[in-house]
T-cell receptor, first 114, second 117 residues
């Protein structure tokens, strides 16, 4: 059973701070990883995808992947109240470039205080 | 970009009735559609995978006779909740892989909030 684990939070940070979200996954063969943001009652929206070890930066967001430790993280710099949402870590269940279904973690609820 | 349109956004139905949820790929052909369910304060859980022209594959514990999936064309996949009960009340979301020419990832429908009373 492939699993994705996240700290459910809530994680509370002051406006302007760095929010750090963490995720671990059980299948060592997993190859593609995604971070989604979900507002209450809405569908998930993609924040970042990452496939290679190391860091990937996009604006205020940085995803980090460590396949040896089976660990994925998301850093949000200069956090804004509008970043308050649930962040879902997801792993592609497929191998070798095939797009299987996504396996989601339970999500971490982030609250950014003005 | 690849867009999946999901309808209805919300529906309230009486216990024992059936509800159909539609997901249409607007600008691409979706050979595969994933159907997820999300209960309050929980994450998305895969219910079934539909492939155009073939039978859907259901996850363990999901009743295939209760959750009917039809993927008869490359642009339309439907989920029908038959004989709905209050415990079926949930947020249902469809998702399709983005076509290779548009990168690598997934596009999601906007979700359907089902309330069974």
């Amino acid at each position: 059973q492939k699993e994705v684990e996240q700290n459910s939070g809530p994680l509370s940070v002051p406006e302007g701070a760095i929010a750090s979200l963490n995720c671990t996954y059980s299948d060592r063969g997993s190859q593609s990883f995604f971070w989604y943001r979900q507002y209450s009652g809405k569908s998930p929206e993609l924040i970042m995808s990452i496939y290679s070890n190391g860091d990937k930066e996009d604006g205020r967001f940085t995803a980090q992947l460590n396949k040896a430790s089976q660990y994925v993280s998301l850093l949000i710099r200069d956090s804004q109240p509008s970043d308050s949402a649930t962040y879902l870590c997801a792993v592609n269940s497929g191998y070798g470039g095939s797009q299987g279904n996504l396996i989601f973690g339970k999500g971490t609820k982030l609250s950014v205080k003005p | 970009g690849a867009v999946v349109s999901q309808h209805p956004s919300w529906v309230i139905c009486k216990s024992g009735t059936s509800v159909k949820i539609e997901c249409r790929s607007l600008d691409f052909q979706a050979t595969t559609m994933f159907w997820y369910r999300q209960f309050p304060k929980q994450s998305l859980m895969l219910m079934a995978t539909s492939n155009e022209g073939s039978k859907a594959t259901y996850e363990q514990g999901v009743e295939k006779d209760k959750f009917l999936i039809n993927h008869a064309s490359l642009t339309l996949s439907t989920l029908t909740v038959t004989s709905a009960h209050p415990e079926d009340s949930s947020f249902y979301i469809c998702s399709a892989p983005v076509p290779p020419g548009e990168g690598y990832g997934y596009t999601f429908g906007s979700g359907t909030r089902l309330t069974v009373v």
